[in-house]
């Protein structure tokens, strides 16, 4: 058996006396689709936080791709192919849209392949990527001037923008309406089919449940199911926590 | 444009203002001409960090006094030739930029900011008591008074500073149109999504802060000969850290230009106005300029033209 794309063993993050995460294990092979799913406050966004980067665990090891991420910056995680959207879209506000998305292409992907992409590489990817998500005739806008939708389409762009193995997204779908949802769950699903492992933390369950080959259930900081979906929402411990 | 044109253009541009301040036979024009030019090379350096990635330094005058006072040692132990002294001042103040840069840079905001004017509170201190350099009296440095080619020494400091300021220019308006420009934008609009789309943020706010650290300097390398006297007081003043941080915002922090228009408007102003009035009101007019510009244009003139031509188009 291969080893897996994602090893994450033991992980575990405090703030202060409050336990976010208590001994967090998941191994993620790649090409799954896995959902991550958890009431809120059970730890999902620090969990995304500490594999990224922006947090650093205190216990645990992260293994990416066969390398310890331990002590590697955000940046450097994503040059390895780790890459993640935001709960909130945190566009590069004085840039327009096809800027943006140069950015990760400038400063993951060339920066990987030693600057070997040239200017018009560059813009042929960021042309792609804009077709891709729909947003090919907002590249010279601002995010200001872009819809709810736009603007989520734009942060999963970026993402997908570094052309990473793993790519995770946090509450892509906050906020929007039914039909918008499914856009962005087919884009995910479009995406994982051309071999990019994701992982999608989500509150709307019918996504979720739609997009997810595999379900992971965190509560209070640890991990309560992991498993097929159909069996995962089954399970007496996840009823009781999101019923009571 | 490339860069290299850019750089050619500038140099013609800066020939035909020599030429033509030349051309007025009057020494106060050079005088007057070489403290407009000085700003422009402080205020750009300025940009570099607080512009370009958001970082205010509140510093200003420690880095330029940091380039007086290279300038006073060196003429005391070693004279070089002026041009050679701004490149001394230039990697001494780089060293300082780079070293403030390592302690200060993972503060953000208003902490990074008092971090800076902590800085040069230290660095006043460290000078006012180093005898060698003056200390708290003041230093003397006699300039000649010709050099050769050029003539009179104060055309020629002119003129250094002119070649200067080009240099700055060029080299901001380079960074601007490169991926270096990009990533320093990343920085200013978000730190978090930069280090996620891969920006190595530390190591770019490292080059910035060296980048703009090692340019006030040189700004104020040539300083000790223009005025003959330096003493603390006067090169860690209010006049350089306001004038550096109001004159990019005035004229506008998202370009090159900015800085260039906010320090030839205010500089020209204030030169007139120590004139015509006194010199005493010229933080008092940068100050209003300032309030007056962050209420009603942000953005600054660059930012106010913009937004004109953008309703026009």
Not at chain 2, 149 to 163: A, C, P, T
Request: aromatic fraction near 8%; proline fraction near 4%.
């Amino acid at each position: 058996m291969s080893a897996p794309l994602l090893d994450v063993a033991g992980l575990g993050k405090r703030f202060g006396g409050f336990v976010a995460l208590d001994g967090i294990d998941l191994s993620i092979a790649a090409g799954e689709r896995v959902g991550l799913i958890g009431p809120n406050g059970s730890g999902k966004s620090t969990l995304v936080n500490c594999l990224s980067g922006t947090l650093i665990n205190e216990i645990g090891s992260v293994k990416f791709d066969g390398t310890e991420l331990a002590g590697l910056p955000a940046h450097q995680r994503t040059r390895l192919g780790l890459a993640r959207s935001f709960q909130l879209p945190r566009p590069f506000s004085s840039m327009t849209v096809g800027d943006n998305i140069r950015v990760p292409l400038i400063y993951a992907v060339n920066a990987r392949s030693h600057g070997r992409l040239s200017e018009s590489d560059i813009a042929t990817r960021c042309d792609g990527l804009l077709g891709l998500v729909g947003l090919a005739d907002r590249a010279r806008d601002f995010p200001r001037d872009l819809t709810q939708v736009d603007m989520r389409k734009l942060e999963l762009a970026r993402a997908m923008a570094a052309e990473p193995k793993l790519l995770i997204a946090d509450e892509a779908m906050a906020g929007l309406s039914g039909s918008e949802v499914n856009d962005i769950v087919e884009l995910l699903i479009m995406l994982n089919e051309r071999g990019v492992t994701v992982i999608l933390i989500e509150h709307i369950m019918s996504a979720v449940m739609r997009f997810s080959k595999r379900l992971v259930v965190l509560v209070s900081g640890r991990k309560i199911a992991d498993g097929r979906p159909d069996d995962v929402i089954r399970n007496p411990e996840v009823e009781r926590a999101y019923l009571g | 444009m490339k860069w290299w044109t850019f750089l050619i253009t500038a140099t013609i541009v800066a020939a035909a203002v020599f030429a033509g301040i030349r051309a007025l036979n009057n020494d106060y024009y050079f005088f007057a001409g070489y403290t407009v030019l000085q700003f422009v090379v402080l205020a750009t350096a300025w940009n570099i960090l607080g512009g370009y990635t958001g970082y205010v330094n509140f510093g200003s005058a420690a880095f330029f006094a940091v380039g007086v006072y290279t300038t006073v040692f060196l003429h005391k132990t070693y004279p070089l030739p002026v041009p050679l002294q701004i490149v001394a001042a230039g990697i001494v103040s780089g060293l300082v930029g780079l070293g403030m840069g390592y302690l200060t840079l993972r503060l953000r905001g208003a902490f990074f900011a008092i971090a800076t004017l902590a800085l040069a509170v230290v660095l006043q201190t460290i000078i006012v008591n180093w005898s060698y350099v003056g200390g708290a009296r003041g230093a003397y440095v006699l300039r000649p008074a010709t050099i050769e080619i050029v003539g009179n020494y104060i055309h020629y400091l002119f003129l250094v500073m002119l070649g200067l300021a080009v240099i700055a220019l060029t080299t901001a308006r380079a960074i601007e149109k490169s991926s270096l420009g990009y990533g320093f934008a990343t920085i200013r609009d978000d730190e978090l999504a930069a280090e996620a789309s891969g920006v190595p943020t530390l190591k770019l706010k490292l080059i910035a802060t060296t980048l703009s650290g090692a340019f006030m300097g040189m700004a104020g390398a040539p300083f000790p000969y223009i005025q003959a006297y330096v003493q603390p007081n006067a090169v860690f003043g209010l006049e350089y850290a306001v004038n550096s941080i109001a004159m990019p915002i005035i004229g506008g922090t998202a370009s090159w230009i900015g800085p260039l228009v906010g320090a030839i408007l205010l500089g020209t102003l204030q030169q007139v106005a120590t004139v015509t009035i006194s010199s005493a009101v010229n933080v008092l007019i940068v100050g209003l300029l300032l309030v007056a510009f962050v209420i009603v244009a942000p953005n600054g003139i660059v930012g106010v033209v913009q937004k004109a031509w953008r309703r026009k188009l």
